[in-house]
């Protein structure tokens, strides 16, 4: 079995890895369990864009489940020789390791890979495509602060276009009972999408507003923004916040551009932002991943 989108896994297996990273959870909060359910096995980190959450958190879930974790220094690599990702994928499924974990930069790039290796590929993010274990994560983190995913609001604003994580989790959340908004500037929505650019509407009420990164790195032209025009538009500000539910929290995957889709105030809310609790979610999640992959592979 391979992880390579949300419409891959059955409701079954998203409410076992929401459960067992439930439990991982508080595993790792109280004395960081020695559980050595994956000990012998070898995890493969094969990651052609940059990553500190992603990377490291399913590093981490591999060490806390016995595990050991080989990462491939793409920079270092044959890649830069003119190396194919097939052919990369064939050396490295020659090497017999008991799963995959990949992120690239182009959309099926996981899939492609899955044709080959022998073991599970689990989807860390490729290109604007899907982001699955993001979303998984970000459930988790809800469920822990509401009890419950059925009926939340959760407004997703920003850079909807180049967002994995807005696909996941678009996927993933509604499937789980939530109501989700999207919104973000004209610009920054997907051609085929026929949802609001009201970033404000979209927050009106919302339990959890989850913001996006503009991704830089995959704007054919630069934004041209003023600076600080981005954050009065679109941006969360502790004001804009102010029309959000009550008890409406802060959610991000990171990384933040602080200053441009979401302010200090808002970032570092102590009583709002989840995004810290996002990052610990991470590796109890990817736990579960691991677990329910490589273990159903023995
Ligand atoms: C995201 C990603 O890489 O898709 N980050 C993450 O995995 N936590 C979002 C982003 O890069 O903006």
């Known amino acids: 079995m391979d992880l390579l989108s949300i419409d891959s896994l059955s409701d079954d297996q998203i409410a076992t890895i929401l ?20 000990a012998g096995r070898i995890v493969f980190n094969l990651f052609y864009e940059n990553s500190t959450r992603t990377l490291m958190s399913f590093s981490v879930a591999a060490h806390r489940l016995g595990a050991q974790v080989v990462t491939l220094p793409v920079e270092h690599s044959s890649a830069r020789k003119g190396e194919t990702l097939e052919d990369t994928a064939r050396t490295l499924n020659a090497m017999r390791p008991d799963a995959l974990v990949v992120r690239h930069f182009e959309n099926e790039a996981p899939a492609r890979i899955a044709h080959i290796m022998d073991c599970p590929v689990i989807n860390a993010g490729d290109g604007t495509n899907e982001h699955p274990t993001q979303a998984l994560l970000d459930a988790l983190t809800i469920r822990r602060r509401f009890g419950r995913i059925a009926g939340v609001k959760v407004a997703i604003c920003g850079d909807i276009k180049h967002s994995r994580v807005a696909r996941s989790n ?13 919104a973000g500037p004209p610009a920054l929505l997907p051609d085929d999408f026929q949802g609001a650019s009201d970033v404000d509407a979209a927050i009106a009420g919302a339990d959890v507003v989850m913001m ?10 630069d934004f041209g923004d003023a600076p600080g025009e981005y954050l009065a538009r679109y941006g969360l500000t ?22 441009v889709e979401i302010d200090s105030a808002a970032a ?9 609790l996002q990052v610990e979610m991470g590796v109890a999640v990817r736990m579960a991943c691991l677990r329910l992959l490589v273990g159903s592979a023995a």
């Open 170 to 182: 678009a996927r993933l959340l509604p499937r789980l009972g939530a109501e989700v908004r999207l």
């Open 212 to 221: 996006l990164r503009v991704q830089r790195e995959r704007l054919e032209e």
């Open 268 to 276: 570092d809310d102590p009583e709002r932002s989840l995004i810290p």
């Open 19 to 38: 459960d067992e990273g439930d439990r991982w959870a508080e595993a790792n909060r109280t004395g960081k369990p020695a559980n050595a359910s994956l």
């Open 238 to 259: 502790a004001e804009r916040l102010k029309r959000a539910a009550p008890d409406a929290v802060v959610m991000h995957p990171g990384p933040m551009n602080r200053g």
